[in-house]
């Protein structure tokens, strides 16, 4: 049978431990803290998508005639779980602040009471989401296709509900559930990103939007698109700035082709299209037409982009 040491390798990482606590929390330890739970979260979503979709995605045994049912008790499960983990990160937030004695139920209670009174809003704009995809891939045969097999839809079901927790005061549960997209599609959504109705990503992996990006409505991205910043201005200590607007407005109805690189609080025009492996850190004007290729910008009726995918 092997031997471990498993005595050394214990003592060694209490000292990382140790040492990780000093560096990083100088007034010590906050004893007793709970984290929020993946695994938990990851249930959640599962139920929630199957409040948003009960016969796309909920149980398959489903029928139409008991969906509301269905809805109302997954519900009314989904919300007590998530009342949980939103009672979890308040508690968090509030003993790194060394707040001991804030009263989080009510604030717990109003932001799980608000996500759940915005859920028809989220299912009209995933609704949005869906029907660009179809309308905005000739490979699409129908709507159900799109909702089950894609991963910008996929992507863009974590991200509205994780913008909603985010808007409401829970940033940590909202960027585990982005997060969780991430893993599972390699779109990478910050839930404090704006994005309009109608957005669609084609193909999708190595997606990148910013925490700070404002995107409107109707538009498209294509694989391994950047809406990042490029620059991160630091505090006289040299950490950085936190919060500042440093990622791309993008307006109405643009196209933005596979492999562009946009950077920097900068606008992209409405109806403007930029072509595939673009590196773009200034502004371009609506209807513009910005090529790889050239370095150029020409009017709508110009020749193709170089990089355009299908």
Known sequence: ????????????????????????????????????????????????????????????????????????????????????????????????????????????????????AALPGIRTLLDSDVIAAFQGDPAARSVDEVLLCYPGIHAMIHYRLA???????????????????????????????????????????????GETAVIGQRVRLYQAVTLGAKRFPA????????????HPVVEDDVVIYAGATVLGRITIGKGAVIGGNVWLTHDVPAGARVAQAASREDDLGASDISGESA
């Open 163 to 209: 913008h909603c927790l985010y808007g409401l005061g829970l940033p940590l549960l909202a960027r585990i559930i982005a997060e969780q997209a991430h893993a599972e599609t390699g779109i990478d959504i910050h839930p404090g990103a704006t994005i309009g109705a109608g957005f669609f990503i084609d193909h999708g992996t190595g997606v990148v939007i």
């Open 1 to 116: 049978m092997a031997d471990f040491d498993i005595g050394a390798i214990v003592r060694d990482l209490n000292e990382a431990r140790r040492q990780w606590r000093q560096a990083h929390r100088p007034a010590g330890e906050v004893r007793g803290i709970e984290f929020p739970s993946r695994d938990a979260l990851a249930t959640i979503l599962g139920q929630l998508k199957g409040v948003l979709f009960p016969l796309r995605l909920g149980p398959p045994d489903l029928r139409q005639e008991s969906e509301d049912f269905h809805v109302a008790h997954s519900l009314d499960t989904a919300l007590h779980a998530l009342l949980r983990q939103v009672r979890i990160e308040l508690r968090y937030s509030a003993a790194l602040r060394h707040l001991t004695h804030t009263d989080i139920e009510p604030q717990a209670l109003e932001a799980t009471r608000a996500f759940g």
């Open 235 to 246: 505090n006289v200590d040299g950490t950085l700035q936190k919060g500042l607007p440093r």
